[in-house]
């Protein structure tokens, strides 16, 4: 908007922004579509058009220039709004954008204020008409200032901006380049002495180290044998001794087990022969042996 202010065009006055949000002066108007009558159709229709064409001639389209995105006050001067989806005339759909904003403006004021507008019937007697009605977008010019470059719009093509680039750029002198090609072919014959040198260097002290970590290896393994070997001698004699006291503790243990074998019969020996005793005398006190013969007893005695 700022931009578009210092270059003449009848926007908002920017105050400030944040983040999404813009501070505008206030517009002392009405949007188009509001209105249902004008004083003077055919001078704000002109206005409105040739804002259009002003735009493009400074790089910019609008892309959405209808009757929302324009303020009318009561003396009937123009204010347009809403930027953000303006584009360059270098963009690909430039044309396209161009003549739709035309043909909304038309459309809009066809339908609401009835004005006719004459068909392209005829180029060549009408060419000047037409252009006044209906601007085409080829016949545009850029001849007041480049917008869409300061404003980075899109659609602006990176060739331009590196065409741009080159004539800005500075050339290097043929003389330097020479005086650095002379330094690199000076220093590429010591560079490669230098080079042979270390690769030897390097070869000597590989060597020195191959031969060096054989030795290491070789009495590494020498010191393993012996260690094993020992380490097996010694496991011999463990084991043999070993065996030994197992085999001595297992004799002691076989001679506890059959002593108690032999307690535990001659226990059960004993016990067999007291408990039939027993039985016997209980048998003879008690039973009817005993009976029987207390009976004969007293029967001899009566006789």
Request: proline share 2%; net charge negative.
């Amino acid at each position: 908007m700022k931009a578009l202010q210092e270059h003449g065009f009848p926007v908002p006055n920017a105050v400030d922004c944040n983040r999404h949000c813009v501070i505008m002066s206030l517009v002392q108007g009405y949007p188009l579509v509001q209105v249902k009558q004008l004083q003077n159709t055919d001078t704000v229709f002109e206005k409105i058009i040739g804002i259009i064409v002003r735009l493009a001639e400074h790089g910019l389209i609008h892309c959405d220039f209808n009757e929302f995105n324009i303020m009318i006050d009561d003396d009937e001067k123009i204010t347009i709004i809403d930027f953000p989806q303006m584009v360059s005339v270098s963009h690909r759909n430039a044309e396209m954008y161009f003549d739709r904003d035309v043909e909304c403006i038309i459309k809009f004021f066809s339908k609401r204020f009835i004005l006719s507008f004459e068909a392209d019937g005829d180029d060549s007697d009408s060419d000047a008409e037409s252009d006044t009605v209906k601007p085409r977008f080829s016949s545009i010019k850029k001849a007041s200032g480049v917008l869409d470059k300061e404003l980075s719009a899109s659609g602006f093509s990176r060739k331009e901006q590196d065409d741009i680039e080159k004539f800005t750029l500075e050339k290097i002198p043929d003389s330097d380049d020479e005086e650095i090609e002379e330094d690199e072919g000076d220093g590429s014959t010591s560079d490669i002495q230098n080079f042979d040198s270390l690769c030897s260097l390097t070869k000597d002290d590989e060597e020195q180290k191959a031969g060096v970590s054989i030795d290491q290896v070789e009495e590494e393994e020498d010191e393993q044998h012996s260690e094993e070997k020992h380490h097996d001698t010694s496991d011999l004699v463990e084991d043999n001794e070993s065996s030994e006291e197992e085999e001595e503790e297992d004799g002691e243990h076989g001679e506890r087990l059959a002593r108690q074998r032999r307690r535990a019969i001659q226990a059960a020996r004993a016990g067999r022969k007291g408990t039939h005793g027993s039985r016997n005398a209980y048998k003879d006190k008690g039973g009817k042996s005993s009976h029987n013969s207390k009976i004969q007893k007293q029967m001899t005695s009566n006789w």
